[in-house]
């Protein structure tokens, strides 16, 4: 959890918190949960996005729905000469690659993945295995996700 710290307020945590819930809400809005006027409002959010405290906005998409049915962890094992801003390029460059995440262990990275079926996931990982320096991958597949949290816990 993330506390005050002396560039956030009790305040900057809140709106925070209700951006995450919905990035949508207007600055009437979200004045109404912290206690401020908009004008208020706007100028905060603006600090916090300029200070980096908010990175973007996004709308979150159902995978399932679009199809994208199986989603997967692979650890990633690469070669000791590998080119680590190459190789997270390539990864990165695909579309069913998520996340991209460099790691302690065996492995040097995990990649969350989405994919259409198994047929599809295996060409995914003939792709990725195909990326210069990379040694091998390790697959889990996700069954179901009981949890997810969506976001940072933020309290003030």
Excluded: W
Excluded at 72 to 96: M, R
Excluded at 97 to 111: D, N, P, Q, Y
Aim: aromatic share 6%; charged share 25%; hydrophobic share 40%.
């Amino acid at each position: 959890m993330i506390l005050a710290t002396d560039e956030l307020d009790e305040l900057d945590l809140k709106l925070l918190q209700a951006l995450q819930r919905n990035a949508r809400s207007t600055f009437a809005e979200l004045g109404a949960v912290v206690g401020l006027k908009p004008p208020a409002v706007h100028d905060r959010v603006k600090r916090l996005e300029n200070k980096g405290y908010l990175r973007g906005y996004a709308a979150l998409l159902d995978g399932k729905r679009l199809g994208l049915e199986l989603t997967a962890f692979i650890s990633c094992f690469t070669s000791p000469e590998t080119s680590y801003d190459s190789f997270t390029e390539a990864v990165s460059a695909l579309p069913e690659v998520l996340e991209v995440h460099s790691v302690a262990g065996e492995e040097s990275f995990i990649c969350k993945v989405m994919t259409r079926s198994t047929p599809h996931l295996d060409e995914l990982l003939t792709k990725l295995k195909s990326i210069p320096g990379m040694a091998r991958t390790k697959t889990t597949i996700v069954l179901s996700t009981p949890f997810e949290r969506g976001g940072i816990a933020v309290t003030p």
